[in-house]
């Protein structure tokens, strides 16, 4: 399978698009004014316990005070004699805490926060507060998993002997990650001596700020790209910025100098995203209708709770019979539904409506090749089987925005509903408003502004309502146009 990544930097927003066989699977957005802090490192201070629900708001200096829960709060952190069951015990009003922001702050909900910090390199995470090495359960072979935590073990003793204590004195511990197999003693080695030192710097800055103060910032997305996203499958990473491109040669000549040869400059005139209709691509990954290639179509609706994706057959009619014409339908929307929950960067509870089909085959082969594509997900994915109701079940680890929610906002006219009222039903909740200021007030004379579609219903279709409604009250109603309002808005003015 042939793979890149083509990086788009301009002074205000940096993004970055995963192409695979020249089809866009994934797009990252960070904007220079407001950058993702997922992995920053804060010295924040707690605001407010929350003791029914487990949980405390902390202000690490950002608009909305940040959430913490008690099972987020490190044993290092409790002290020896807390309870572990109850929020009160492990924190207080006015306590400095030491926090990393594991959620982004998403609609109403501010920042997730946890005390189990954790450091990321390329091959590893170091996690100062966990005394434990674990492995990355995508490197399958129990070989290679033993490899490389000897690697780990054997780094960390020869660390120890150097600054003449024992190994088991080390503080915290590795998760090996899924990039560092097959790589060797050397490479696994410099990246633990970077990360010791890095914690190291971060502890003395603990010490050093004030609360609401930043301590330690993860990467900016360009270079976090070839830390997270790089796989052995990546043919070339091309980037239109040379000053970055510069920067993120050296990046990478310290810290991966495997991908050296693959990174390009891309001076063309024609801007990179548009090599592989990248923009395009974005714009229908913003609508409600993905359309299929045999016809059929999929909607996708993004909700507070949820994210549910019905599949229809749409204009796709087969050449065999209605059970073949719906499996195929499924077995293309599959593939097609991963790509949207990767490029959409859609998580939480996912709801998938595939048609029904009655064979019990059919839907383990719908359901098999919807889990073979996840597997190519960087992020944490769990399904469940066909419910009664003929749903698949799933959920995604969501941690940032998504592209919605990075590029949109909720429309001023029906508050993100997706509808707004008809003139109709305006027009009779301004009867029913010119009524109830005639009981509250009473006046010789009724001003309605409105939108031009309200008042022309008013003067024509219900022109015989308005008449009566006069006659009822006794007064006159006078309409006035108002271009600047929206089609749900009117006022009722006393003249």
Not at 245 to 255: A, D, G, I
Request: charged content about 30%; glycine content about 6%; some cysteine.
């Amino acid at each position: 399978m042939s793979e890149e990544i083509l990086i788009n930097i301009t002074p205000m927003e940096t993004r970055v698009a995963v192409v695979e066989n020249g089809v866009l699977q994934e797009v990252y957005i960070e904007r220079t004014r407001r950058r993702g802090i997922v992995g920053n490192i804060y010295k924040g201070k707690v605001v407010r316990v929350l003791p029914g629900m487990q949980a405390a708001f902390v202000d690490i200096g950002l608009e909305k005070a940040a959430f913490i829960h008690a099972a987020d709060v490190a044993p290092a952190t409790r002290g020896s004699n807390s309870d572990v069951g109850s929020i009160s015990s492990l924190l207080h009003e006015g306590q400095s805490l030491i926090v990393q922001v594991t959620k982004e702050p998403i609609g109403s909900k501010g920042a997730r926060l946890t005390t189990h910090l954790s450091i990321p390199s390329r091959y590893l995470v170091y996690m100062p507060y966990t005394p434990h090495t674990g492995v990355s359960q995508r490197i399958e072979g129990d070989q290679e998993r033993d490899r490389l935590r000897n690697i780990v073990a054997a780094s960390l003793a020869q660390d120890a002997e150097q600054e003449g204590r024992s190994a088991e004195e080390t503080k915290g511990g590795f998760i090996i990650r899924t990039a560092a197999e097959g790589y060797g003693d050397e490479e696994i080695m410099a990246d633990i001596h970077f990360l010791l030192r890095l914690w190291k710097s971060v502890e003395r800055r603990c010490k050093d700020v004030q609360p609401k103060t930043v301590i330690y910032e993860d990467l900016p997305l360009f270079m976090r790209t070839m830390r997270d996203f790089v796989r052995p499958e990546i043919e070339k990473i091309r980037i239109d910025s040379k000053e970055n491109y510069v920067k993120l040669k050296e990046f990478v000549q310290e810290f991966v100098p495997a991908l050296e040869s693959k990174i390009e400059y891309y001076p063309g005139e024609r801007p990179v995203f548009d090599l592989y209709g990248v923009e395009d691509e974005i714009q229908k990954a913003l609508g409600r209708k993905v359309q299929l290639k045999s016809g059929g179509y999929l909607v996708v609706d993004q909700t507070e709770a949820m994210t549910t994706i019905d599949v229809n057959t749409g204009a796709f009619v087969g050449h065999r019979n209605l059970e073949e014409t719906i499996f195929k339908t499924n077995l293309e929307a599959a593939t097609a539904i991963v790509r949207q929950l990767r490029l959409r960067n859609l998580g939480g509870i996912i709801i998938i409506d595939f048609i029904d089909m009655e064979d019990p085959e059919h839907q383990r082969q719908v359901l098999r090749l919807l889990e073979k594509n996840l597997e190519r997900d960087h992020a944490k994915t769990k399904l469940t089987g066909v419910t009664e109701l003929g749903l698949v079940q799933m959920t995604r680890k969501r941690t940032r925005e998504s592209l919605e929610q990075v590029m949109c906002e909720p429309c001023p006219t029906c508050q993100g509903r997706g509808t707004q009222k008809t003139p109709e039903t305006v027009c009779y909740e301004i009867f029913r408003e010119i009524l109830r200021e005639e009981r509250a007030y009473g006046s010789d004379t009724y001003l309605v502004l409105a939108a031009q579609p309200i008042v022309d219903r008013l003067l024509d279709e219900e022109s015989a309502s308005v008449a009566d409604l006069e006659i009822f009250i006794n007064k006159t109603i006078k309409f006035q146009v108002e271009t600047l309002y929206g089609q749900e808005q009117f006022d009722v003015v006393l003249l």
